[in-house]
C-alpha cells in the first residue's frame, strides 16, 4: 500500500491524475490502491506456482545443491495474504471516506512531504483549506492512528 500511496503522490505531483471532479480523483485513487494490492497478490501466487512447478520438475542437481537462482518461498501462508487482502479493503474504503484534504495529507505525509509544503498544497484549488503547520502533523498523527484502530478492526 505504502508503494501504491507513493506512486499516487508522484503522479499528483506531476500532475498526470486528471479529473473534474473530487469524485473522478477518488476514484481513480480507490481503483489505484485496489489494483496494486491485485497485482502484489498475483506476483506472489504466480511466485508460488513457479517454485511447485520447479519442485515437481526431475531432479537433474544433487540435492545439496540449490537450483539455479531460486531463493526460498518467502510468500506468505494464503490465510495471512486473504487478512491482509482484507485489510486493504479497510484501509481503501477508510480512505475513501475521509474528505479529500485528509486524504492528500495522509498520502503526501507517508511519501515524506514536510509539513510545510503539504501546508502550502491544501491552501491552493482544488482544496483551498487553510491550516497551520503545525495542525498537519497533529491531523497525520490522528488519521494514522485510526487507520490503525480501522484496519486492525475484526
Known sequence: MADTLKSLVTAIRRDEIRGASNAEIDAYVGTAIRNRALNVLRGRARRREVSAWAAEAPDSHPPESPVGDEAPDEAPRQDTQVIA??????????????????????????????????????????????????????????????????????
Request: charged share 30%.
Open 85 to 154: 487482502a482484507e485489510q486493504l479493503v479497510r484501509a481503501e474504503k477508510l480512505l475513501l471516506s475521509w474528505p479529500p484534504e485528509d486524504r492528500y495529507l495522509f498520502i503526501a505525509k507517508l511519501n515524506g512531504a514536510s509539513a510545510t509544503v503539504i501546508k502550502q498544497t491544501l491552501e491552493r484549488p482544488p482544496f483551498d483549506h487553510f491550516t497551520a503547520v503545525t495542525t498537519v502533523d497533529t491531523r497525520f498523527h490522528r488519521l494514522r492512528k485510526r487507520m490503525i484502530e480501522h484496519i486492525r478492526e475484526p
